[in-house]
Structure formats: structure tokens, C-alpha cells
């Protein structure tokens, strides 16, 4: 049996996002975290400084710590595309 590990059940048509232009900083390296994003639509990479950590597409998640330590972001995540992110709280 196979693990499901897609997230769109998260992202569905009445749920709040936010989007980010190609090019823009959705959360930075340093940065107090409290939430995780599934991303609906677009691409995000994740990087550590300069160093690219991963390319992420639809029904992807990132910034998943944030709801199991307490510390800073530890990567920024930029729109390689125009991305709709589902933010998703402890809450």
C-alpha cells in the first residue's frame, strides 16, 4: 500500500489563499513562522541563501515546521510562477 500524499484536499474552492506574483518572497529565511502553505496553483522554491533546497508544485507543502517547533523559518520561498497558497495555522 502506498502513502497519499497529496494535500489537495486542503485546497479546495472556498478556502481563503493568498497569492504571490513570479518573482515575490512569500516567506524569508529568519522570519517568525506560524504557518504551513499547500500550494494550489504555480511553483515555489524553497532556497537556504543563494542555495536552491527544492522546487515545489500544485498540492505541495512547505514551511511545515512552523506547526512543530517554534523557531524561525529556516528557508525562504520564492514564486518561481504566479502561486495561489492555501496558508494553513495551528488553528
Known sequence: MTADT???VLTGNNIQTRSVRAGGINSRE???????FVI???YVRNQIGNRMMADLGADSI???MA???NEP???TAVAV???ELVP????
Open 6 to 8: 497529496s494535500f489537495s
Open 81 to 83: 510562477t504566479d502561486v
Open 30 to 36: 529568519g522570519e517568525e513562522a506560524h504557518e504551513l
Open 88 to 91: 494553513v495555522s495551528e488553528k
Open 40 to 42: 494550489k496553483s504555480g
Open 67 to 69: 506547526l512543530i517547533d
Open 62 to 64: 512547505f514551511g511545515e
Open 73 to 75: 523559518r529556516s528557508a
